[in-house]
């Protein structure tokens, strides 16, 4: 028996850029298991139905997830909690209803309430992007991202064991936590930062002039730190409600630091604020070395250059006219390519997949390894 005749049925309340990318990972793995969603909006369903990716044609009433075998919620996180509110007792025996919301504390207090804690075990993907829908979501989103897992009192470890194998296959890395330990740490490295950028990116539009000056100087340092800022705002609403606690306390903190380095500044203490920039700089550095996290996968193609001049500009060109960012560029020379190729680095698969097809449309000689 394989492990996945463990389950036949699977469904997805929200089906967006999280809901879309774990329901996507399942399909290719097991074709055979039957998905059903429901989303705010028809047309995500119809486009999942279209895609074959799930089996109902129209959005799903709650009734209809009675014999799911898991129920991942995908929702904003208060959203989450009405949902879990009105599976109670609408769920078949066995049922494990998790969630991939990005706070767990708020989520966990509900299951106690509503005496659900051996039907739930809380999730949250480490993995993600300021883009929202189905339309970005896509089957390696999670692969080799940290999975939190989040389990009750009453989780039973076979389920737990169920579930991390679950999580296993869809390429991510589970990790267990309490679910406290996961809004402290989350609020400090995932829902501050947040507030940082969209404060920041506030900060330069109330301050920029006519001509815009700074949003048209604005350098790699200011979009590094902003990107998330782009991302939805009624995902960070509902974060911000659901883990006040937290994250106020880490603005207090922030604000601690703010204000040290504000006085460093006016008595211009140039020792503490050496001290500080050198600090920041050796664990950020260490974050990038030493971390024995996933290992990130390279989306990078080789091919040949056309025997032309502004080759490497052509190619560039083709790749940006569809919207292509490259993420690094070289000529490589070894002892594989001994007359020499070009080494393009993409983001991510999706964009790797259509460069490979776009150049190679435009009669470029491909090697992928
Ligand atoms: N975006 C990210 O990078 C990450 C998000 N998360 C969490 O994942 C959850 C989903 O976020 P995303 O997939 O990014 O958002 P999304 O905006 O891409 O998708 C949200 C989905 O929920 C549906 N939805 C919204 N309100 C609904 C309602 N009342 N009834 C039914 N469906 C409804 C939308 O139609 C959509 O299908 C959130 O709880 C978020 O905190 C977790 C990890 C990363
Ligand atoms: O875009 C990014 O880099 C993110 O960090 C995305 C993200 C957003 C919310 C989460 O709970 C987890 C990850």
């Known amino acids: 028996m394989g492990e996945h005749d463990l389950f036949q049925k699977i469904g997805f309340i929200g089906l967006g850029l999280i809901g879309g ?44 997830f009675y014999d799911c075998d898991y129920i991942f919620l995908c929702t904003p996180v208060k959203r989450n909690i009405e949902y879990l509110r009105q599976l109670k007792g609408n769920i078949k025996n066995g049922c494990i209803i998790t969630d991939v919301g990005s706070v767990k504390t708020d989520i966990h207090e509900e299951v106690t309430a509503l005496a659900m804690e051996d039907c739930f075990i809380g999730g949250h993907p480490m993995a993600g992007s300021e883009k ?12 080799n991202a940290y999975y939190i897992l989040t389990p009750t009192t009453k989780t039973s470890p076979e389920r737990l064991e169920e579930f ?13 936590l309490d679910y406290h ?7 400090a490295i995932s829902h501050l930062p947040h507030i940082i950028a969209y404060s920041l990116v506030n900060l330069v539009k109330k301050s920029d002039d006519a001509d815009e000056t700074m949003k048209t100087i604005a350098a790699g340092g200011f979009k590094d730190l902003t990107r998330i800022a782009s991302s939805s705002p009624v995902m960070w609403q509902n974060i911000c409600q659901s883990n006040s606690e937290q994250i106020v306390r880490l603005i207090d903190a922030y604000e601690e630091m703010l204000e040290k380095t504000k006085h460093d500044i006016l008595s211009s203490d140039a020792d503490a604020l050496l001290q500080d920039f050198q600090s920041a700089k050796d664990y950020r550095d260490s974050i990038a070395i030493t971390n024995k996290g996933p290992i990130k996968e390279i989306y990078e193609l080789y091919l040949d250059l056309l025997d032309e001049a502004g080759g490497i500009a052509t190619v560039a060109t083709i790749l940006a006219s569809n919207h292509l960012s490259i993420k690094n560029i ?3 020379h070894n002892r594989e390519f001994e007359d020499g190729v070009l080494r393009l680095e993409m983001y991510d698969r999706i964009s790797l997949d259509a460069a490979v097809q776009l150049l190679r449309k435009h009669h470029y000689t491909i090697y992928e390894r």
Do not use: F, M, W
Request: a negative charge; aromatic letters at 6%.
């Open 164 to 176: 991390r194998s679950l999580v296993t296959q869809l390429g991510a890395v589970a990790l267990v």
């Open 132 to 143: 929202t829908g189905l339309k970005n979501a896509n089957e390696y989103l999670l692969e």
């Open 181 to 187: 330990l996961h809004d402290y740490a989350t609020a």
């Open 330 to 332: 070289g000529i490589i």
């Open 21 to 64: 990318s774990i329901a996507k990972k399942i399909h290719t793995l097991y074709p055979d298991v039957t998905i059903i969603a429901t989303a705010g909006h028809q047309k995500t369903i119809t486009e999942a139905y279209g895609e074959h990716l799930i089996s109902n044609q129209n959005l799903c009433e709650i009734k209809d």
